[in-house]
């Protein structure tokens, strides 16, 4: 008896071990209060700049921070809200400055950071939805153009978080494109970048993750061809 027992308790405590070290390899940890370095440096920055209800806002993280919207686009009322490495709760912490400006419209691109830090894809998507709901309440008038996440490259090997999660960004498109409505246009920038693998263009990035010039002259390309500028 006391035998069978002993053996029962093994068993048991083999079963609890298993079990625990399961959850754990699912459990992936991720954190909603991470900010760059300069975020609030540049936070302060954007709020001492003019605002006018004709500007045309580019709300993101370094992909929009890496180039000068006015010269790009010939726009004198382009302005650059790009912070590098930030990721949704920033931009949503930072969101009632661009909201109090009344701008006539806002161009967001942002969430491939939270992917890399394994934010879950539901939260992400929660944070979009957010920012719209919050510029429609906040800034009436706001045209909202949302875009979809641009595509990575791994052959270059150097931003490793970002790579092989492929699967994320595109459910992430897909979701976003479902957010079209009456004062939101959604900017399908993914399929503007992807080579034949579904890979970042190589000839567009320098890293499988930022744009070089050439990268910013297609989205420039892209956007004059919408009329989404007028």
Known sequence: ??????????????L???FSADVKSQTVKWDSTYRPGKYVELVSKFKAEPKS????????????????????L?????????????????????????????????????????????????????????????????????????????????????????????EHILWLNTEIKKLAAKNVTVIDLYSQFTDKDKHLRAELTKDGLHLIPEGYRVWADFLNSTGYLK
């Open 1 to 14: 008896m006391k035998a069978i027992s002993f053996k029962l308790l093994i068993f048991l405590a083999t």
């Open 16 to 18: 609890t071990f298993c």
């Open 53 to 72: 209800k004709k500007d045309y806002i580019f709300l993101g993280n370094s992909i929009t921070a890496g180039t000068d919207w006015v010269k790009l």
């Open 74 to 166: 010939n726009l004198p009322q382009a302005k650059n809200r790009g912070i590098s490495g930030d990721i949704t709760f920033g931009v949503l912490e930072r969101l009632q400055e661009v909201i109090d400006g009344k701008p006539a419209k806002v161009f967001i691109l942002i969430g491939i950071n939270d992917v890399s830090r394994n934010i879950p894809d539901s939260v992400i998507l929660k944070n979009y939805k957010l920012m719209i709901s919050r510029i429609r309440k906040g800034s009436k008038k706001t045209q909202i153009y949302f875009n979809t996440l641009l595509p990575v490259n791994s052959a270059f090997d150097k931003f490793k978080n970002h790579y092989g999660k492929d």
